[in-house]
């Protein structure tokens, strides 16, 4: 074999090389289909780094969660339930723009805290666990809002935005784009480095590679665990940070399918899901490629119900190319 060759293979078995393969590839189909229609514009550009943000920075912790191991079902109901509080904190309780930021972004890494630390006493399966909470944080925010609203939605929160420097941390816009594109790339870049760069980086691998052998070299597996969740239960609180501030109004609803989209874009940017093995790097192109696969749809004057059926094909095929990738990544190292 030659050398360039041996190189090309390497590169190939990279965890995101599929991922970013992929997006490459249904980028050039829907702008075949639908660059005349304004998917090639700057707007059109704009809406899918949107869409890919509003994934991408629930699903970029969900892959670290996932590379440990385990799994977090309660992030979409976290964006619900701290939308709701930053919401109702602006409205009912007149709080400034700042405290009823810290207070949603502090209720998100709360529930973190309580989904890890169930997960370690009980000995429960993270799946249950966060199922649990998914329905608790859905249920209560529905209740609670209503009890104190009479409705589900709160709306017309521009009126205690508006003009606040804090706040256009969260809201502001560089034309077309918007901010939350660069609180995505942050976040990314930030797991790339912890990930790959650090000690708590080989943490993670080692618990999700396999626990006890982990805890019985010294890593600190319990420790870990409680982070990645209160590190996806925050992520989920900046994510509704973000689209309670844009959009001058929270729903209880809000987040519904993104802990499936989240997880969906973990699979797809290459993490296993038996835990072990994934990169900080493929989620960024597991969200273009659905933000992709949403919008090019639209543009392409396709019917949009055909979305869902178009993610399961790609999960689907992520996941038989992830396992094929991995035999292949353990051919290689031998």
Request: overall charge positive.
């Amino acid at each position: 074999m030659t050398g360039r060759s041996t190189v090309v293979r390497r590169v190939m078995v990279r965890p995101e090389a599929g991922a970013i393969l992929g997006a490459l590839l249904l980028w050039t189909i829907f702008a075949y289909l639908g660059g005349g229609n304004g998917f090639l514009t700057v707007a059109g550009t704009a809406g899918i780094l949107e869409v890919a943000a509003q994934i991408g920075i629930v699903g970029t912790t969900v892959a670290l969660l996932m590379i440990a191991g385990q799994y977090d079902l309660s992030v979409g109901s976290t964006v619900g339930a701290t939308g709701m509080v930053l919401a109702l904190g602006l409205s009912e309780f007149h709080l400034q723009v700042w405290a009823a930021v810290m207070l949603a972004l502090t209720l998100g890494l709360g529930v973190g805290l309580v989904n890890g630390l169930l997960v370690i006493k009980t000995g429960l399966p993270s799946f249950i666990v966060t199922l649990a909470s998914f329905y608790v944080l859905r249920g209560g925010t529905i209740a609670v809002t209503r009890a104190m609203t009479g409705l589900t939605v709160v709306g017309g929160l521009d009126e205690y935005t508006k003009n606040d420097p804090f706040a256009m941390l969260f809201m502001a816009r560089f034309g077309d784009f918007r901010v939350a594109i660069v609180w995505w790339l942050l976040l990314a870049a930030a797991s790339a480095y912890v990930l790959h760069r650090t000690r708590m980086g080989n943490w993670i691998f080692a618990t999700g590679g396999n626990a006890s052998a982990a805890r019985m070299v010294g890593v600190p597996t319990n420790r870990v665990l409680v982070v990645l969740f209160m590190l996806t239960a925050f992520s989920a609180a900046l994510l509704a940070v973000l689209q309670v501030l844009a959009f001058n109004g929270a729903d209880a609803l809000r987040g519904q399918q993104k802990e499936f989209e989240a997880i969906t874009a973990a699979v797809i940017g290459g993490t296993l899901l038996t835990g072990g093995y994934g990169t900080a790097i493929g989620p960024i192109f597991g969200a273009l490629t659905l933000a992709i696969v949403q919008l090019g749809i639209f543009f392409a004057g396709i019917d949009t119900d055909w979305y869902k059926v178009m993610v399961g094909s790609l999960l689907l095929l992520a996941v038989g190319f992830n396992e094929s990738i991995r035999r292949l990544a353990m051919r290689v190292r031998r």
